[in-house]
């Protein structure tokens, strides 16, 4: 995949919405905001990564790539964590399952359901648009063709005349004899009127 920038922010949007979700449920029933605070926060780091340092040193991105880049966000949302101070967990190693069961909620979720909810989705770059046709195909206008007076009038154009057959006489030796196929055999008569 190679994603626009746009197209990986759209993504990264999309993939966490389902564990935002289900971090909030957890934040309300704990009474703890940190989880949420935490998805947050990876959500922000992510964008950032996203649109000023990910599109200069990644032209295209292997399967492998993926779980680097998330031990590289990993680093980075598990220290910007343990900078600020309204984040608390009971453990210092909540906030590492937190990540990881969110990064695999979102790997499965670009993996198996957006391409499922948008087939043209990795097509696209990542971006969610519409690439149909705004006007089908069969309501479009008919190119205007040119009109001359002599075609309204039934003459023919001096092209076909050029090429018709009854313009050009086909010699009698080339009438009878029988074509190389056998399939196509050209009339004797005279030329039709």
């Known amino acids: 995949m190679c994603p626009t920038v746009l197209g990986r922010v759209q993504t990264r949007w999309a993939i966490l919405i389902i564990p935002a979700i289900i971090w909030t449920i957890v934040s309300l029933i704990t ?13 922000v780091i992510g964008v950032a990564l996203d649109t000023a340092f990910y599109p200069f040193i ?19 949302v598990y220290l910007a964590a343990n900078v600020l101070k309204g984040i608390h967990f009971s453990s210092h190693l909540v906030p590492v399952l937190v990540y990881w069961i969110t990064w695999v909620i979102a790997i499965w979720t670009k993996v198996v359901i957006l391409p499922l909810l948008s087939l043209s989705w990795v097509e696209n770059a990542g971006e969610f648009r519409s690439t149909d046709w705004s006007v089908a195909p069969e309501y479009l206008p008919l190119p205007v063709q040119p009109f001359t007076p002599e075609l309204a009038t ?21 009438r009878r004899a029988p074509s190389p196929s056998g399939v196509f ?3 004797t008569g005279p030329p039709p009127a």
């Open 154 to 174: 039934g003459g023919t154009p001096p092209l076909a005349r050029k090429f018709s057959a009854a313009v050009i006489e086909i010699p009698e030796e080339l």
């Open 185 to 187: 055999q050209i009339p």
């Open 31 to 43: 009474g703890n905001p940190s989880y949420i605070v935490l998805i947050g926060l990876y959500f």
């Open 58 to 76: 990644i032209r295209w991105q292997p399967p492998w790539l993926t779980f680097t880049l998330a031990v590289g966000e990993f680093i980075l």
